[in-house]
């Protein structure tokens, strides 16, 4: 072989070799599978091949140990031994020369043990001798997916489902088990298959069989399957005469209904329920409680170790302050539920904001279990066009004080799980946009560890997804921590909520009208802007939704002056030259954030479009799309808002801020022809 | 009557008085009407009794005499016996005490000296004694109108034409009147009713009847009646074989043509003529010169001292750079046209761009007569959409030495008339827009004065036209003066030209495509943008158009290194990394240039919204609304630009500036759905 000849043959090898695409779809999970680590077990099975043959390709250094020993072998500081664990956590010592060792009590334990080995390698955070003890705060960390049998995805802004049903169970996609390792790979250990909105469908033997397929697929990476069920499953798939929970009929075809899904699916998790709520079925149909209900649903799955989780996630038509409705309509039943039902309380007591007060319901219900709810798809933020991190958020949310037990009962010690609405979709990089991918992976880790601070998760999901370039983790690390921040800024600042465009809120329109809408639907009813000023007041002369907290929080909520501003329009009808602890007005404040957000959006361009030589091309420029479209938005919002409300206060913007680019008149002409199925393209 | 019918009287007395909607429709002629003076004149003609109304009523000193002395009496200081003078000048002397006198030699005069009076007073620059000369630097100052006999406008962003043909001659427009009054008030003594692409049906006697009414109108104001005339006329309108200039037939039509007009309108100005250009017809389609054109309609006018404007705005689909040919196709005609023809010359040598240099015709022609063609209407410069203030445009134009004479040829003295293409349209406040009425001010007062500052002009038209406070006056005129520097900056800065939308003229399309169009229409032939660099190579090395000025300006021109840089992109392709004298690269530069204009009109903005205090609102909002427009607008001009030159200079958007908010491939689908014949509305 001539030196030519060899010359051609390596370029040839060269231009062979898969120059893999990077379009996303490898998330967070992008080691290079070149390694040949020695990896041992002490015992064999699907979850510890899958922890194996993870650590042999990706695993860089030696040997790796995988053992699940006698109890006596743990050591008792890795929490193992806890009473209610389930066994998830694991420990992980050793160093380079030796070998390192993963202990744990399970082999779902050993699987997260090797993730998280992996996680340390791809952040380049591998400090021997290791010396790791961890355990999960809550046993269920649960994906809901809001997805339709048809494809369709509510709030869903990542193309169609990724659960083909009409495919199933004949054709298993490859994306099932991808999915599966995403998951197993941050901790998220369960996963509701579709809308909470409920096919009664989804309950028929047709479907069940298609369920079971996926269940087969996830099982080994140790995450069950739930279903949403609809309430009025008996009535409309066998032709009962009632959905009545106390009749008989009912209860004994609930029953038979779970003994079958347990045949097919011996692990199967339980139900999820969204019952009396924007005009899903319940037992309020029938006279009866929520917790008729849901005891019923849990009576049936009891044998099976199977739980309901119940939404509280209910309001009426009435007159009452939506915000206090959930609170008023669960208290009672407080002490009346079985033990295997949790309340799914979502964050906030109106509905996934972009930012909201703690719900009373949490430290509240102290005879009862229950669980949080946050969306992780970005439903009243900006949809996958707007980067939101969203981990400040949850660890606000979680680090709030209820004051339930008197000082430090934080939120996140009065939950037992945690469940998120998933961002997930068949687009090829899983969640709509790049950055959206941290959002998921967010979720999964604070479920894991709500005492993680949102700067490591950030600086963690950096370096494995795009790159570990100081120069490009810490600027992209600080835009990322301070995104949500902008959002709320340039959205609802001060404690503004769902001013949003109707239907897919997508956009502003605080001036919005559903003609013969319910009030708690329209814009109006939130923000309350008049002459004298804006907010909704909720303290002792208005609703009194104060009143649902404990001291002394109900007290600093309930006084203007002490309320925390972020939630001052929230709790209060604020009068607008109401002279903030700054010295400004309540008008010149709200311009000034909603200004800030418009800045902090361009400075967010200007960071990404400095990290060009630091990423592909391909996600580089997705982003940077994105980031534009972000830009737009946000001044949209401002001038809406700005100009909107400009109208009940009559005082000029500031002069030092940036003007309105638009005209009111114009905006309230603005309709975006979108579903609540879809990303808004912008 | 007692007090309280007293009250209940004067209130409806103050309900009745009529409150004057501040609509625009009075221009700059807001003078209250409300004054006494005693005026006095030595002659009695319909002029004469215009200045002697306008005095009366709006004069708050006390005595006027109007004066029209035997020629002894003038100050020879006054200019007034300058040879070729029409005895337009005049003179102001006296004082509060004493009374006040203008003397004139015309009734014209008297008339142009009243309207100086008040413009003093409503300035507030009354300073007694008054001792005042002022004669007009040219005889000839002309609007354009580029209006259709079917009342759309070409290039018009003010509605339709003021001019309604079918109502005439038995309907009179108060309007015309107005027209007349506001054109007189800034010393505008002519007008071309019909746009120079012209329908030959603008000769026919019925025609003709309706123009006699116009004129009628105008009459008592110093205004003449031109009319542009389509150069096929004999044979369209009378069936005659040819239109040649040189046929005997042809020529006799025309004679007898111009004699049936002055028949009807006896102080006819005579004929403006687009010929041969953009497919009108021409001499040059019979084989002959545009002399030969010309002469043949000068000699028809001859004996009633009518005169020919024919336009210079001349070029074909040949390989020779569109810049040249104007100067090619007349240079060698200098010398042969007859005394009563003038060339009427467009500012530069393309087409009204946002900048350009001046045309090399402007001193060059040396035996012939020579005017200079402005367009008032915002073809080029964002329709009525956009401020951009054109004083210091046409400033720049009239002080720029030709060398043609050497050094001190300014083009303003190289010229013998001023023509501008009219803003006006039959909106309520004449020019589309508040602010672009000062456009149509500063033609007249420029027309008049070539050597009055921008900033005098802006100066006087705001204290007539909004308020004299200086807090008022102070922020709009410095606003007014950037902003034609501003629009340059963000749509075509460093001499680019003519990469507007196709058709239309209004936002970006330097990636425009005419499929089969000629291509000196289509963006490409004029940026010429590649990997190399941008801008037209009008050098040495280039199409030498350079070599159409005198030196030492095309040595100048023609250096990459002295060219001034406004036209630098004029005359060179300059080399993306090409160092200018601030040490930026050429890319920089516009990167600079493009953002400098979107901060610019964000200024404005604030500058602006400072104002609602000293504005009546219906104006204030209207104002308010258009700088809105045009701050999106400069956005998208400075993200089409730089995102589409980009592609060719693979350089990045300097870090400090702000950051495209648009997507390049989604500019490229913007179709705006606009004719010539109207405003962009946005």
């Given at each position: ?5 060899l010359?051609?043959v390596l370029?040839?090898?060269f ?5 893999r ?26 979850t ?12 860089h250094?030696d ?16 929490g ?7 066994g998830?956590g694991?420990?992980i ?18 699987l ?5 080995l992996?996680?340390?390698?791809e ?8 010396n ?55 901790g ?16 028929t033997?047709?479907?069940?069989e ?6 087969n ?13 609809n309430?009025?499953s008996?009535?409309i ?12 009929d009912?209860?004994?075809?609930w ?10 699916i ?10 009396n ?9 029938f006279?009866?409680?929520h ?7 849990a ?13 509280a ?25 079985r ?9 906030g ?5 972009p930012?909201?007060?703690f ?38 949310f ?12 934080f939120?996140a ?22 950055l ?7 979720f999964g ?5 709500p ?10 999901w950096?370096?494995q ?14 835009m990322m ?23 897919h809120?997508y ?8 003609p013969?809408?319910?009030p ?8 309350n802007?008049d002459?004298?000023g ?9 609703s ?14 309930n ?5 925390p ?6 709790f ?30 361009r ?22 799309s994105?980031?534009k ?18 109208e ?35």
């Amino acid at each position: 072989m001539t030196k030519y000849q060899l010359l051609t043959v390596l370029l040839l090898l060269f231009c062979l070799t898969p120059v893999r695409a990077e379009d996303g779809s490898r998330l967070w999970l992008r080691a290079d599978a070149s390694a040949q680590a020695k990896v041992t077990a002490n015992k064999k099975s699907p979850t510890i091949d899958i922890a194996i043959k993870e650590l042999q390709t990706n695993w860089h250094g030696d040997k790796v140990n995988l053992v699940i020993p006698a109890k006596a072998g743990i050591p008792s500081s890795a929490g193992l031994t806890k009473e209610g664990m389930t066994g998830e956590g694991y420990s992980i010592t050793g160093d380079a020369k030796k070998g390192i060792t993963i202990s744990a009590f399970s082999e779902q334990g050993l699987l997260y043990g090797a993730y998280h080995l992996l996680r340390l390698q791809e952040t380049g955070r591998v400090e021997y001798p290791l010396n790791i003890q961890e355990s999960p705060q809550y046993n269920l960390r649960i994906l809901n997916h809001w997805d339709n049998l048809d494809g369709t995805v509510e709030r869903g802004y990542a193309g169609h489902s990724i659960w083909k049903w009409d495919e199933l169970p004949n054709t298993i996609s490859p994306r099932y088990k991808e999915y599966a390792r995403a998951n197993a790979s941050i901790g998220i250990n369960a996963t509701v298959l579709n809308n909470v909105n409920a096919s009664p469908k989804i309950l028929t033997a047709e479907l069940l069989e298609k369920v079971k397929a996926i269940a087969n697929e996830l099982r080994p990476y140790g995450i069950k399957v739930y279903l949403s069920v609809n309430f009025s499953s008996p009535a409309i798939l066998d032709g009962l005469k009632t959905s009545d929970p106390l009749d008989k009929d009912v209860q004994g075809w609930w029953k038979n209904k779970v003994k079958e899904i347990y045949r097919i699916i011996p692990d199967f998790g339980g139900f999820l329920v969204k019952a009396n709520s924007e005009g899903q079925p319940g037992p309020q149909d029938f006279g009866r409680t929520h917790a008729d209900g849901a005891n019923m649903l849990a009576d049936a799955l009891k044998p099976y170790h199977g739980i309901v989780m119940w939404r509280a996630f209910v309001y009426s038509p009435s007159n009452e302050d939506r915000a206090k409705q959930a609170y008023l309509e669960f208290m009672p039943l407080d002490g009346q539920f079985r033990d295997n039902v949790i309340i799914q309380v979502k964050n906030g007591p109106i509905d996934f904001q972009p930012r909201e007060p703690f719900s009373p319901l949490f430290g509240a219900m102290k005879h009862t279990g229950v669980m949080a709810e946050v969306q992780v798809t970005q439903e009243y933020l900006g949809h996958s066009n707007h980067l939101a991190f969203l981990a400040p958020m949850w660890q606000e949310f979680l680090e709030s004080d209820t004051y339930a037990n008197g000082k430090g009962s934080f939120v996140a010690n009065t939950i037992s799980a945690i469940a998120g609405v998933s961002n997930i979709g068949d687009d090829i990089n899983w969640t709509g946009s790049h950055l959206a991918q941290a959002n998921w992976y967010a979720f999964g880790r604070l479920a894991w560890n709500p005492q993680l601070s949102s700067e490591q998760i950030a600086d963690e999901w950096i370096r494995q997804t795009f790159s570990q370039d100081e120069s490009f983790v810490e600027p992209v690390k600080t835009m990322m921590l301070n995104s949500w921040e902008a959002v709320v800024n340039y959205m609802m600042p001060l404690g503004l909520h769902h001013i949003f465009a109707v239907g897919h809120h997508y956009g502003p329109e605080p001036w919005g009208i559903i003609p013969g809408g319910r009030p708690d639907w329209q814009p109006w009813y939130f923000h309350n802007a008049d002459t004298i000023g804006l907010g909704f007041d909720r303290s002792s002369t208005g609703s009194n939704a104060v009143s649902q907290y404990f001291s002394p929080l109900k007290e600093e909520f309930n006084d203007i002056n002490t309320c925390p501003p972020p939630f001052l329009l929230w709790f209060h009808h604020v009068p607008w030259q109401y002279k903030l602890q700054n010295g400004r007005s309540l008008w010149d404040e709200l311009c000034y954030h909603y200004d800030l957000g418009v800045q902090q959006v361009r400075d967010f361009q200007k960071v990404w479009d400095k990290q060009e030589s630091y990423v592909d091309a391909e996600r580089f420029q997705h982003v940077q799309s994105r980031l534009k479209i972000q830009a737009r938005d946000a001044q949209w919002w401002k001038d809406a808002c700005l100009l909107y409300f400009q109208e009940f206060s009559k005082q000029p913007v500031p002069y030092d801020i940036e003007r309105p680019v638009n005209d009111l008149e114009q905006l309230k002409q603005v309709r975006l022809n979108i579903s609540n199925y879809e990303n808004a393209s912008r």
